[in-house]
Structures are given as C-alpha cells and as structure tokens.
C-alpha cells in the first residue's frame, strides 16, 4: 500500500517535471501569413560550361588552362523582399548553408517563407561577424568544426569560418616540392575580433524580377535557380592570375578576390 | 498510517528538489574558485560552470591519446605538468610522427585570465582553442569529425558525458567544454609571491625584494601582476628567427604586429626553460644579458626596450632570485591535475 501510494506519487512528480523540460520555446515567424518553401539553387558553372569536378579543362581571363578538384561556399543570412517592400528575414539558425560542388542536394538552400511573391532576393556568401565570434555551442550542423564541414571550412588557428575555397590544379602554376601543379584559394576574414583586419564577408543582393519572380504558394515549392561563375572569381576588378598568385588564404590580396566573386552570381530564373 | 505517508512525501519533496538544481555535485568538489590576489576572469565561467564530472571528464580528455590521428599524442605531451604544462628542454614541440612545429608549447596554468590563446592571440575563446592541436598536421593531425566517432567508440565515454552534461551526446562543443572545465581549474597561485602578496605568514629575503622592487620599475609595464602578463602583443628585441615568424602579423595582416608575440606570464618560469616564442634562450640569465645587452633595433620594437634595460650584475642577481619566488611547487605536483590511473 505505502509502495504503491509512494510510486504514483513519483509518477505523477516525475510526469510534471519532464513535461516541464520538454517544453520548447516555439519561434513563431515574423512575417506573418501561411509559410511554404523557397528554394534557392545554385548552379555552378565556369563561364559558357556546366562545372565538372576534376574533368572539366576551363581557361581563365589569362588565358590559363585549370581544371577544379573542389568547391564549396557558405551562404548564409537570407532575406527576401516583396512588392511592396516589405522584408522577410529567414530565422538565423536556420539560414546557413554549405554549398558543395559534388554534392547535389547541398546545391539547394531550402527556407521556409511566408506565402508570397518576392522580388528581391539578398544573401551573405560568407558567415556573419557574430556566428564567427559566437559560443561553440552555436555552432551546429554545417558550422559545426566536426561534422558540418568535410574538407574543412574553419580556420583552428585564427579562429573564423574560410567562406570559399576552390582548388584545382593548372600547368600555369609553378609546380609543389611534390611535382603538383595546385592551386589553392581559401577565402574568410570576419574583421577581426579584438582587432580589426580583413572583412571578405560579402552581401549579395539580386533583383529577381527580369529572371522570374518566385511566388511562393502552400503546398508548392517556387525555386530561383542561380548560375554561380566561377571564373568571375579570375576576373573583375583585379585579373587575377594562377600563375602568380596559385595561393590564396588569409591575405590582403584575398580581398581582391572575394571583390571578383561576389560578382559569381546571377538569376537565370524561377521554376515556381 | 498517514503520518509515515506524509513523512515519505516530505522526503520525496526533498530528493526531487535536491535532483533539479543545477551544479549541485554530491561531494567535496569545489569547482572554479578565483585567488583572492587574482583579478576577474576573461573567461565566463556562469557559461560553462565547472563540475566535477565535467572536469574529470576534461582531464581525461587531456591525456587523452585518441585525439591524435594515430592516438599516440596527448594534450599532456607536450604540456607536461612537471615543467608547468610545457614541453620542458624543447625549443619547439615534436608532435606526431615527431614532426617538429614552430614555436615554444605554452603553459597551461591561468588561462581563465587570457583574453586570447596562441602565441600569437589568434583564438579568441578557450572553447575553440583544443580544435587547433587536434587538425594541425604537426601535432596531433586528426579530424575533429574522427575523434568524436574514435570517443562514441569507447563504452566508457559517452557515461561520462552523461554524468558531465546530462545525456550520452558527444559533440564538438561538449568536448571543448570539459577540456575547458579542466583547462580554468589548472590555476597556478600558491608561488611564494603569492603567499608574501595574500599575507600569509611569508617574507621575502632581503635579495628577493630588492629583485621585486627593480622587477616593479623595468619589467611590470609588461608582465603585469599578479598574472605577470597584461597580454598584449610586443616585439621585445629578439630579432627575427630563422623561419621569420611574423606572429601577430599573421593574425591582423597589420604591420605595425609584425614580430609581435603575447607577452607570457613569469610564473614557473624556473620550471619552463627554454624561453621565448622559438625557444631560443636557454637560461634565464641568457634572457636577462638580452634584455640588456642585444636588444635589436626593429620598426615594431617596444618602445619601452629601445636603448635595452639597464641592469647592473648585481640587479640581475636580484631579480633571478625574485623571479624565483614565481615557482609553484604546489602547481607542478597537484594530483588533481595529473593523469588519473
């Protein structure tokens, strides 16, 4: 009778308690309406040619020959405006991306939006000052420094996410002590944390109205498909040339070539 | 009958409450304390508070030898508590397959007052810095990705992560975190400075404070109590070494930080041979002829050792005997921070 009594008690105690733990704060969206799904892809090209990884042989604007081993970005901080100019935000936690040539599911950023026709679209490439200097525990699923990133995506030693990185190899390139001909480009730099330095983390913003709007309806699925050209990242502002510079990591001249390749983008259109 | 009843609810109350506060350990432990001599933490401790299971846990994972590619290298080999979590006689480390890397292994000892790790100040947060050793090819030349699946591995890790945050999980961060826990409780405070500074029942000898009065007019601008660092970046003269090590250059891309290197903290300097970021000086006499003698001329150099430091043979007798009253015995032999049978 007294065991009994007692463990009913503990139930009942135990059953408060849980369902006191289990509770989450629920995010409730701010744009207000029914949401749906946008998509937005990123198709990655290299000027007239579809990118295929290690076969694909590509000339750049000095005329070097290279092919590409490997690809990979970060996009993050979407946003979208409507006709009338109002903004949607896409939550931050779940507004980052890891895109990846090679894997083709990771060509698609998927958030959730509220139903509507949306005529500009904005996003960082890159991760924002704040995640960079955030608590580890923030840094989950693609900005985790273990599984999230294969290939690395994270500088250990300056603490800060590398926000692009292409490598490949060229017979312009002066050849390694192992007889290679690579080429390595790995571009971050948040701005510095106690002091400031390089900031390559680039807003990209792009008016989707001549490609096709997206009209984003419950139960569908609207998707901007964007061509990524890569071999805007060897021309712009500054020619940059694989012969002369076959490394670029944390350096000056790596804001030159993230001031290429934030023009990389444009909007061929919307399947909605 | 009702009256056993009320008293079993009572305590049953008692158990519940007792179970859902936070931090609340069983036994003696007594998690992160300050020195009263010390100053606020860099590091916050409310978001990562220190428990017993977590700092096990951490030390564990110090020594732990599966974070290495071929699990033969442990944060503990080249931060060897006998020589204050240095790598005692090394110029610079071995790491795996003894491939060498390029600077001096600094102590672990105080690391809740730094602002930022490395030589160089690169890592802005404790919690991010053990990712460095493990994926550099010259130390431990592994994955993060592989060490948690080497750690779910072992039956006997992911119980102690439950004990340590609640549930068997092992992540990124949670790994950090216990290394963290364990990092902020290896403080070093117990030097006979100390004991003289906290008035506890210690006099310096007549040698040691003429050594501390000369060490509070040339060298505490620098390596400022009672961290003996203010951690702030400096080219103190050495010259460029062999590789050209640009140190905090790297980090900034400025150029005004070009040979410009955390100030390290004087404590168990006489456990820590040998000095600078290279290593280069043997003897801490050898350091005190070059803060004389063979300061170089550089456009980043200190301005406060232009000119180099003027100390007389019996100054620097002085001062050695006062540096030496940074040693912490205590520190280099406390059981808590050892390796565990």
Same mark, same amino acid.
């Given at each position: ?272 | ?38 100053? !606020? ?5 409310? &978001? ?7 700092? /096990? @846990?951490? %030390? =564990?994972? *110090? ?79 592994? !994955? ?5 699946? &080497? ?7 992911? /119980? @102690?992560? %439950? =004990?340590? *945050? ?176």
């Amino acid at each position: 009778m007294k065991v009994k009594f007692v463990f009913i008690y503990i139930l009942v105690i135990s059953a408060i308690v849980f369902q006191a733990c289990s509770r989450k704060d629920d995010v409730v969206p701010t744009g207000g309406g029914e949401m749906s799904t946008l998509s937005i892809q990123f198709d990655n090209i290299v000027g007239a040619k579809k990118l295929q990884l290690n076969t694909g042989a590509y000339v750049n604007a000095s005329g070097e020959t290279f092919n590409i081993s490997l690809l990979q970005y970060y996009i993050s901080n979407i946003k979208l405006q409507d006709a009338s100019g109002k903004t949607f935000v896409v939550p931050q936690d779940s507004s980052y991306f890891l895109v990846k040539e090679g894997d083709g599911a990771s060509q698609f950023a998927k958030v959730r939006v509220p139903t509507g026709d949306y005529y500009t679209l904005s996003f960082v490439l890159g991760v924002d000052s704040l995640r960079n200097t955030m608590d580890i525990s923030k840094r989950t699923g693609v900005l985790d420094p273990a599984t999230g990133m294969d290939n690395g995506m994270y500088w250990s030693w300056n603490s800060g996410y590398i926000f692009f990185k292409l490598e490949g190899t060229s017979d312009a390139v002066p050849a390694d002590p192992s007889g290679q001909h690579k080429f390595r480009y790995h571009i971050g730099g948040f701005g510095g944390y106690s002091a400031p330095t390089i900031n390559n983390i680039k807003t990209v913003t792009i008016d989707l109205r001549n490609g096709g709007i997206p009209r984003v309806r419950a139960g569908r699925q609207a998707n901007v498909h964007l061509m990524v050209d890569v071999l805007k990242v060897f021309d712009g502002n500054t020619r940059v040339s694989l012969a002369k510079n076959s490394t670029v990591m944390f350096s000056d001249f790596s804001t030159l070539v993230a001031n290429n390749y934030v023009n990389m983008f444009f909007h061929d259109h919307t399947e909605n | 009958m009702y009256r056993k009843h009320l008293i079993i609810l009572l305590c049953v109350n008692v158990i519940l409450f007792a179970c859902s506060r936070k931090n609340d350990t069983p036994s003696l432990f007594a998690g992160f304390k300050a020195p009263a001599n010390f100053p !606020t933490t860099a590091y916050d401790i409310v &978001k990562n508070p220190v428990t017993k299971e977590g700092f /096990e @846990l951490g %030390r =564990k994972l *110090f020594y732990e030898p599966r974070m290495s590619r071929n699990n033969t290298i442990s944060c503990g080999d080249c931060h060897l508590q006998t020589s204050a979590f240095t790598h005692h006689g090394h110029d610079v480390s071995h790491g795996i397959d003894d491939r060498l890397g390029s600077r001096n292994a600094p102590p672990i000892m105080n690391l809740a007052w730094h602002p930022a790790f490395m030589l160089d100040g690169g890592i802005f947060d404790l919690d991010l810095q053990p990712i460095a050793p493990i994926i550099n090819p010259v130390e431990m030349d592994e !994955t993060m990705d592989n060490v948690l699946r &080497k750690l779910r591995g072992i039956p006997a890790y992911p /119980e @102690l992560f %439950r =004990k340590a *945050f609640g549930t068997p999980e092992i992540t990124t961060a949670r790994l950090t975190k216990a290394l963290s826990q364990f990092m902020v409780m290896v403080v070093s405070s117990n030097s006979k400075y100390d004991r003289v500074m906290r008035g506890e029942g210690m006099q310096f000898t007549t040698a040691e404070s003429a050594g501390y009065k000369i060490f509070q007019q040339q060298c505490n601008s620098c390596h400022k109590e009672p961290l003996f660092s203010d951690f702030t970046y400096r080219n103190n003269g050495i010259g460029a070494g062999p590789n050209n090590d640009l140190g905090r250059y790297d980090i900034t891309l400025n150029a005004a930080d070009k040979y410009k290197f955390k100030v390290p903290s004087l404590r168990n300097l006489g456990f820590t041979a040998p000095y600078m970021h290279d290593g280069r000086f043997y003897t801490l006499g050898g350091v005190l002829d070059h803060y004389t003698n063979e300061i170089q001329d550089m456009p980043t150099l200190d301005p406060l050792l232009k000119g180099g430091l003027r100390l007389s043979a019996t100054d620097k007798e002085y001062l050695l005997a006062f540096l030496q009253t940074l040693n912490d015995t205590t520190f280099i032999t406390d059981r808590r921070f050892s390796e565990q049978p």
